[in-house]
C-alpha cells in the first residue's frame, strides 16, 4: 500500500480519519472499519516510504492477541475480513493512552539518562541502567493527541484532577492494563521473548461497557527482547536484541532526525526499507509462532473493498 491515504467508500459509511499508519471508517450502527496501510511513522512524522506487508503484521497480530485477551476484558473487534482490515464496534476512547513498562528501555531510559527519576508522577530507582528490569511494571500514562500534535506524558493525578477519567474507571483501565501486560508477557516468554513495555488504548461503547480498542501487542505499539541472552548482555553493557519500531527511531537519530523543529527526515535507502519489512516479518511469525503467508499485492484496494462489503453484509449492515 502507498503512502497516499487511500479512501474507501464503505456502505452506510459517515465519516472516515486517515491516521498516521491506519484509516479509519465510521460507518452506520455504530461500526467502524480499520485499514492498516504500509505506511510508518517515528517521532510523528510519517516517513516518505512505505514498509511492504506492514500493515497486514500489525493487523494480523493484533487479531491474535485481542482474541487472546478476550477473557480479561471485551475488545471491539468482531471480524478481521482481509488481511489489513478489521471491522468492529465503534467505541468513544479515553484522550489517554495507558503506558506500562517491564523495563527501563526507550522514552523511559532517554529520561532516565537526562536525570530525572520521576515518569509521570511515578518514582524510577536509583541505580538503574538502559533495559534493566523494573521490580515491578510502571503505569506511565500518556495524553492522547489530536491529530498532529504530540502524546504527552501525564500523572494519574493529573488525569484525576483534570476529569480526563473518573477514578472508577481509571481504577478499571490501571487494573485491567496490568491484567493485559501480564498475559501479553507469558505469552512472550513461551515464544522465546520479553514483552519490554507496550500501550493500551481503551474506549466505551453505547452502553457505557468499557472495552479494549486498537491495536495490542503489536511492534507499533510495544517493544520486544529476545529472551536468551539478555542477562548476559545486560552484563557486558550490550544492546538488547530487539523486535520493536525502537530501531528504526535510532536509525533515524543517527541520521540527525527526532521530530525536532527545523529537521529533515533523511533519505531513506532501500535496503534499510526491506530490512524494516523483515524485522516485521520476523516478529509476527516469533511472537505468534505461526508462518507468515503475505497477501498479494495486487488489486489492493479492490481486495479490501469486496472482503470487507462481503463481511459487512454478513453483519446485516
Given at each position: 500500500?502507498?503512502?497516499?491515504k487511500n479512501?474507501?467508500?464503505?456502505?452506510?459509511q459517515t465519516?472516515?480519519?486517515h491516521?498516521?499508519?491506519?484509516?479509519?471508517?465510521?460507518?452506520?450502527?455504530?461500526?467502524?472499519?480499520?485499514?492498516?496501510?504500509?505506511?510508518?511513522s517515528?517521532?510523528?512524522?510519517?516517513?516518505?516510504?512505505?514498509?511492504?506487508h506492514?500493515?497486514?503484521?500489525?493487523?494480523?497480530?493484533?487479531?491474535?492477541?485481542?482474541?487472546?485477551?478476550a477473557?480479561?476484558?471485551?475488545?471491539?473487534k468482531?471480524?478481521?475480513?482481509?488481511?489489513?482490515a478489521?471491522?468492529g464496534?465503534?467505541?468513544?476512547?479515553f484522550?489517554?493512552e495507558m503506558v506500562?513498562?517491564?523495563?527501563?528501555s526507550?522514552?523511559?531510559a532517554r529520561?532516565?539518562?537526562?536525570?530525572?527519576r520521576?515518569?509521570?508522577?511515578?518514582?524510577m530507582?536509583?541505580?538503574?541502567?538502559?533495559?534493566d528490569k523494573?521490580?515491578?511494571?510502571?503505569?506511565?500514562?500518556?495524553?492522547k493527541?489530536?491529530?498532529?500534535?504530540?502524546?504527552?506524558?501525564?500523572?494519574?493525578?493529573?488525569?484525576?484532577?483534570?476529569?480526563?477519567?473518573?477514578?472508577?474507571?481509571?481504577?478499571?483501565?490501571?487494573e485491567?492494563?496490568?491484567?493485559?501486560f501480564?498475559r501479553?508477557?507469558e505469552?512472550?516468554?513461551?515464544?522465546g521473548?520479553i514483552?519490554v513495555?507496550?500501550k493500551?488504548?481503551?474506549?466505551?461503547?453505547?452502553?457505557?461497557?468499557?472495552?479494549?480498542i486498537?491495536?495490542?501487542?503489536?511492534?507499533?505499539?510495544?517493544?520486544?527482547?529476545?529472551?536468551?541472552?539478555?542477562?548476559?548482555?545486560q552484563?557486558?553493557?550490550?544492546?538488547?536484541?530487539?523486535?520493536s519500531k525502537?530501531?528504526v527511531?535510532?536509525w533515524?537519530?543517527?541520521n540527525?532526525?527526532?521530530?525536532?523543529?527545523?529537521?529533515q527526515?533523511?533519505?531513506?535507502?532501500?535496503?534499510?526499507v526491506q530490512?524494516?519489512?523483515?524485522?516485521?516479518?520476523e516478529?509476527?511469525?516469533s511472537i505468534?509462532?505461526?508462518?507468515?503467508?503475505?497477501?498479494?499485492?495486487e488489486?489492493?484496494?479492490?481486495?479490501i473493498?469486496?472482503?470487507v462489503e462481503?463481511?459487512?453484509k454478513?453483519?446485516?449492515?
Amino acid at each position: 500500500m502507498s503512502t497516499q491515504k487511500n479512501s474507501f467508500e464503505f456502505s452506510g459509511q459517515t465519516a472516515v480519519y486517515h491516521g498516521k499508519v491506519r484509516d479509519v471508517y465510521s460507518l452506520q450502527n455504530n461500526l467502524l472499519v480499520m485499514v492498516a496501510s504500509d505506511r510508518i511513522s517515528a517521532f510523528d512524522a510519517i516517513l516518505p516510504k512505505t514498509i511492504p506487508h506492514k500493515g497486514q503484521v500489525l493487523n494480523q497480530i493484533a487479531e491474535h492477541f485481542l482474541d487472546a485477551t478476550a477473557d480479561i476484558i471485551p475488545n471491539w473487534k468482531i471480524a478481521t475480513p482481509d488481511p489489513v482490515a478489521t471491522v468492529g464496534h465503534r467505541a468513544e476512547p479515553f484522550k489517554i493512552e495507558m503506558v506500562i513498562r517491564g523495563y527501563l528501555s526507550g522514552h523511559a531510559a532517554r529520561e532516565y539518562k537526562a536525570g530525572k527519576r520521576i515518569l509521570c508522577g511515578v518514582a524510577m530507582p536509583e541505580g538503574m541502567v538502559e533495559n534493566d528490569k523494573f521490580p515491578t511494571p510502571i503505569i506511565t500514562p500518556a495524553t492522547k493527541a489530536e491529530q498532529g500534535d504530540h502524546d504527552e506524558d501525564i500523572s494519574k493525578e493529573d488525569i484525576l484532577k483534570k476529569g480526563i477519567v473518573s477514578e472508577n474507571d481509571y481504577k478499571i483501565l490501571e487494573e485491567t492494563t496490568q491484567k493485559l501486560f501480564a498475559r501479553g508477557q507469558e505469552m512472550a516468554a513461551k515464544q522465546g521473548l520479553i514483552l519490554v513495555d507496550t500501550k493500551y488504548e481503551f474506549g466505551k461503547l453505547a452502553d457505557d461497557t468499557i472495552v479494549l480498542i486498537d491495536e495490542i501487542h503489536t511492534p507499533d505499539s510495544s517493544r520486544y527482547f529476545y529472551k536468551e541472552g539478555y542477562e548476559e548482555r545486560q552484563k557486558k553493557g550490550e544492546k538488547q536484541k530487539q523486535l520493536s519500531k525502537e530501531f528504526v527511531r535510532e536509525w533515524l537519530i543517527e541520521n540527525g532526525f527526532q521530530g525536532l523543529e527545523g529537521q529533515q527526515i533523511p533519505p531513506i535507502p532501500d535496503q534499510f526499507v526491506q530490512t524494516v519489512s523483515d524485522r516485521y516479518v520476523e516478529l509476527f511469525e516469533s511472537i505468534t509462532g505461526k508462518t507468515f503467508i503475505p497477501a498479494t499485492l495486487e488489486n489492493v484496494n479492490e481486495r479490501i473493498y469486496n472482503n470487507v462489503e462481503n463481511c459487512l453484509k454478513s453483519i446485516k449492515i
